[in-house]
């Protein structure tokens, strides 16, 4: 069993438990960093939580429940592409929030993946369906976490709930 740390998530379609991980697509991720392995891909993404729900999306080429996340685009920071992501995905403004744990595994082309995940704060915008999302839900953590479809986003609604209760 892999560690939550290490747990194929969101975008491994070789990860031991399908029921962890949605497929991957070929999308190139941002640069390897210092000490990173040359093809390590970058992604990131957050939780967003208003008044005490959480925001879940649904993404229909994928059949699953997840947070809303995806690939560094070049010369992007984790930061950036936190933010970049929300938007095109959900139509939401967010801003930055303290950083919760990163997520690793291996992609499906064996890759190395990094995603860095963020509590994100919404501060405008309105969900707007599109071919990536077509549908968000405000829920309680415990509904959000029983509708996600993949463990380590589970573990995410946890640490930042426990993190926007402080």
Do not use: C
């Amino acid at each position: 069993m892999a560690s939550p740390q290490n747990d194929p998530h969101p975008d491994a379609t070789d990860a031991p438990d399908a029921t962890d991980a949605p497929p991957a697509t070929d999308e190139p991720g941002g640069p390897g960093g210092p000490g990173a392995p040359a093809d390590e891909v970058h992604a990131a993404g957050g939780v967003i939580v208003r008044d005490g729900l959480v925001a879940v999306v649904h993404r229909p080429y994928r059949e699953d429940w997840s947070l809303p996340k995806g690939k560094l685009d070049p010369g992007e920071t984790f930061e950036q592409a936190a933010v970049r992501e929300t938007l095109e995905e959900t139509g939401l403004r967010v801003e930055l929030g303290p950083e919760l744990p990163e997520v690793r595994y291996r992609d499906h082309h064996d890759r190395p993946k990094l995603v860095r995940y963020w509590l994100l704060r919404l501060t405008g915008g309105a969900f707007v369906a599109n071919d990536e999302v077509d549908e968000l839900r405000w829920l309680a953590p415990d509904d959000a976490k029983a509708l996600l479809t993949y463990p380590a986003d589970r573990r995410l609604v946890d640490q930042a709930i426990a993190i926007a209760a402080d």
